[in-house]
């Protein structure tokens, strides 16, 4: 574990620098076997145009938390031809015994564009999605970006990425100009997702504007704490928001095991005041029933052991979250936990076909 151990700290500080995956995680390592089918489901990528569009915001005054990482990024930086689809990603994945990628567009996606830049480059990078899934059979499947600013808009390339382009879910970056899933005004979207029964992947991004002060040190605004702060939030005002009542069959993932969300359930379920949020039932039945949660960028056994016993081993996929993490230490962290292999198959794969509908 410690070669694992300083790969994981290298990765972690490289990553924000934009010079992760450049072969040091992979380094003087055997490729390793590929006796295990393995789909890896937050990993990201972008588009020229999606580039471009952030890289502008980038350059504006806009105090976005989100903007930090652009503004240490240039378009022909390492980080960015990392996020491009072609490059070195399936030599990587194929070093790793990594079969499939579930790809989506990088944080924050569209989310920060207004309607119409938004609209447009979802557009784009839906049909650039689905054409990489069909140049490489059996290699990637794909998660569809929308834009939560244009619910309509939004509603209508759901359908399309679904119907016409054969995509296989969607990802939705968390809060959009510091709103999110539950206010009334997005629900369309969470009844179009229910309708095509396919998942909403829930994804981090920093937390609003409106957090700049709390969060804006340290590095808070990433993957440290705030990260996971945001999308915990989003899950839990999913949750106590009553959207499940109104939505029963809507399906959530959440990645980063969960976003700290499975261990305070019990809290949740006790402390829960129906005047405050007059749902049906316990917060954690829903947590239960409508949420997945994916691996990626966790690869402590304790958590996952914690989770299988919680949530059920059904509930949880693998993930890396490739360029930011490292596909080995991911692979290794897996191959290695203490878990049955009925579990690990599940976790690896089975539930990403399922979930997905990936055949
Ligand atoms: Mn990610």
Known sequence: MEVDRRHFVVGSSLALSGLAQAGAGNAARPATPTTRRRIATEEAFTTPAQTKAMLALADSSWPSLDLGLWRSRTIDSPMISHLSLEGDRLRLMDQSGIAMQVLSLTSPGVQMFDAD????????????????????????????TFTPQA???????MERAISRLGL?????????????????????ILEAAEALDRPIYIHPRSPSDAMTSAYGKYGLEFAVWGFQAEVGLHAMRLILGGVFDRFPRLKIII?????????????????????HAPIKRKPSEYFLDNFYITTSGVTD???????????????ILWAVDYPYEFNQIAVDAMDAAPISEADREAIYFRNAERVFRIT
């Open 117 to 144: 830049l938004g609209v447009a480059i979802a557009e784009d990078a839906n049909d650039r999605l689905a054409e990489h899934i069909r140049k490489y059979k059996g290699r990637y499947a794909g998660l569809a």
């Open 255 to 275: 990645g980063h095991m969960g976003e700290n969300v499975p261990f305070h359930l019990g809290r949740s379920d006790t402390r829960h005041n129906r005047e």
């Open 301 to 315: 056994h304790l958590p996952l052991k914690y989770c299988i016993e919680k949530l059920g081993a059904d509930k």
């Open 151 to 157: 619910p309509k808009q939004a509603v209508k390339e």
């Open 168 to 188: 296989n879910g969607f990802i939705c970056n968390s809060h959009t100009n510091g709103e999110y899933l539950d206010d009334a005004k997005y629900w369309p």
